[in-house]
């Protein structure tokens, strides 16, 4: 998590994944880093995608002052400058009263709204806020399989705000429908599931209608060390696109986070409880009590060059009876201990795993990243060679970078993944990685490898366009059936003890699929956050099960990020 430790004086709410601000920051992590003088990445320390709104003004002053940001402000093309400005803009009630000018609207409606460019109604009482604006996404266009329109339909509104700098506090409500395209429709039909939904209903065989919430709350248990939050979201751990260790994939879970940093040195601890996989298909029994499963996470990491960050994470997902229903396991609670220790004294029946990660700054422009995944391995069966099938591990590789480009910026990001068949499962069900039937981890679960690439490009003397391509190829082994069948080790919901064997287990074992997935996207900013979009999006599948499939989407979005669906 992002937790400077002479900065977090204001606990506000954070800047969410993969959204489009969160990208701003890391195509300015590079220039930042650089421009500082080989400062290090206790600066833009992006690893666990965690950064408080509050913040970002804060070090804005602070690049100033260490003759960094305002320099590049001033000097590199245009549009570096439209997106440090639109950065504070967007968290307008968080700046300082020298700043605010840079956000305020030259025109408000009926003197009280839209006071600020980015927020629909904002209250200010001293260093208290509470700010208000609508959501809205609105897409549609045709579909080359079945004749089906492809539609989105999305309309809420986002609470968030702060008091006395002293307790952050977001709130998002969502009323949605969706009208998917046809490889997530098999997905909800086989597996009970929509991609990030909970509870939903299909609107008629081709969509899905949903509700969805989000809210937490952030404090500062010790000042400038100790940070606190509690509430529903997604959580995300990793510098990539995806995270072999946690995404934001799945739907939100309740959580409780510690960040605690002292100087180079970062420890995270996450306690939540999940549900397990729907029963059956379709939508879910409004009288059903879901089960419940729990997970502890804990990841320290410390910068041991200006240049390089390392990191290490424990992570185990557990229930405690046959239903699932029972309570958290007290042990876990315990913030500084080694939660394998703590589950083999208690019989070993726990999912436990390891994972290890890397940042590096390199050649003045990149960053390369990287993470590695080991949920069980046995050092005398790597020896023999055999491919034993506990010998279960994901590997990521990634690099980026951001280009000055004719007054524009170009960022580029290339990632490889891989994941060894039976990872992320346990011999019980209900104790896989997952949540509510969605991996908590990468989209395609195990049993596969994949290459990710993304270009975006900011024109300078245009800076309110965004042009975009992201393009996924991936291999996977799959199961025949989502249920029954032999259990190759893509289905991470199926018990592992089901396994086709105990050797000569093989990456891409079972029934091969060959997935290639392309998106173009063209997004006009007409004023803050209100974005016309343009996006053609096609995705062919071949192999086993396959399909083929193109999609054109014209609509806007004001508030919110384009749906993930590049899986």
């Known amino acids: 998590m992002l937790l400077f430790s002479s900065l977090a004086k204001a606990q506000t709410p954070w800047v969410e994944p993969n959204s489009w601000a969160d990208l701003m920051l890391q195509m300015n992590e590079t220039n930042a880093f650089y421009s500082a003088k080989h400062q290090g990445p206790s600066w833009f320390n992006y690893t666990n995608r965690y950064f408080l709104r509050g913040q970002i003004d804060s070090i804005f002053q602070r690049q100033q002052e260490a003759d960094t940001m305002m320099q590049i402000l001033l000097y590199i093309p245009t549009a570096a400058e439209f997106n440090g400005k639109w950065l504070l803009t967007d968290n307008a009630e968080f700046l300082s009263p020298s700043r605010r000018y ?146 934001d994939f799945a739907k939100e879970y309740l959580f409780l986070r510690l960040n605690t940093r002292i100087g180079p040195f970062h420890y995270q601890n996450i306690f939540a409880q999940l549900h ?22 804990h990841r320290a990491s410390v910068i041991i060059r200006k240049w390089l960050e390392i990191g290490a994470t424990e992570m185990i997902v557990f229930d405690r009876d046959s239903l699932g ?77 951001t280009l000055n480009v004719k007054h524009g910026l170009l960022f580029l990001q290339l990632e490889r993944n891989v994941v060894k068949p039976y990872t992320y499962s346990h011999y019980r069900s209900s104790q896989d990685w997952s949540n509510y039937g969605q991996p908590l981890a990468h989209p395609l679960g195990a049993n596969f490898r994949e290459v990710f690439f993304r270009a975006v490009y900011q024109p300078g003397r245009y800076a309110r366009w965004r042009l975009a391509v992201m393009y996924v190829r991936a291999s996977k082994g799959m199961d025949s059936s989502y249920y029954g069948g032999p259990n190759y080790g893509g289905m991470i919901y199926k018990s592992n003890d089901s396994r086709i064997g105990d050797y000569n287990i093989a990456l891409l074992q079972g029934n091969k699929a060959d997935i290639s997935h392309l998106r173009f996207e063209a997004n006009y900013m007409l004023r803050h956050n209100l974005y016309l979009e343009l996006a053609y999006q096609k995705r062919s ?27």
């Open 276 to 297: 397990n996989r729907v029963p059956s298909p379709g939508a879910l029994p409004g009288n059903t009590l879901l089960p419940k499963k729990y997970m502890a996470v």
């Open 541 to 567: 599948q071949t192999g086993f099960r396959p399909t083929d499939g193109n999609w054109l989407q014209v609509g806007f979005r004001l508030n919110t990020e384009a749906l993930n669906t590049l899986y």
């Open 102 to 247: 840079i956000a305020e609207s030259r025109k408000p409606v009926l003197k009280g709204l839209y006071a600020y460019k980015s927020l629909f109604y904002n209250y200010r009482e001293g260093n208290s806020s509470i700010s208000l604006n609508p959501i809205l996404n609105l897409q549609a266009g045709p579909s080359s399989q079945g004749g089906h329109t492809a539609i989105q339909n999305t309309r809420g509104a986002e609470i968030r705000g702060t008091f006395g700098n002293k307790v952050g506090f977001y709130t998002r409500v969502l009323e949605n429908q969706w009208f998917a395209p046809a490889y997530t429709r098999e997905w909800g039909d086989s597996l009970g599931v929509a991609p990030g939904v909970g509870w939903w209903r299909y609107t008629d065989s081709t969509g899905f209608d949903y509700f969805s919430v989000k809210g937490y709350i952030s404090t500062s248990v010790v000042r400038n060390h100790i940070n606190a939050a509690f509430g529903h979201d997604r959580l995300f751990i990793g510098n990539g696109y995806r995270s072999l260790i946690l995404s």
């Open 325 to 401: 229903d029972g309570g958290f396991e007290a042990q876990y609670l315990n913030p500084v201990i080694f939660y394998r220790a703590v589950e083999s004294n208690q019989g070993s029946r726990d999912n436990a795993m390891v994972a290890l990660d890397a940042k590096a700054y390199v050649l003045k422009k990149g960053i390369l990243y990287g993470q590695l995944l080991i949920d069980e391995f046995r050092v005398s069966e790597i020896r023999a060679g055999n491919n034993w099938w506990a010998n279960k591990f994901g590997l990521q590789l990634g690099a980026k970078t």
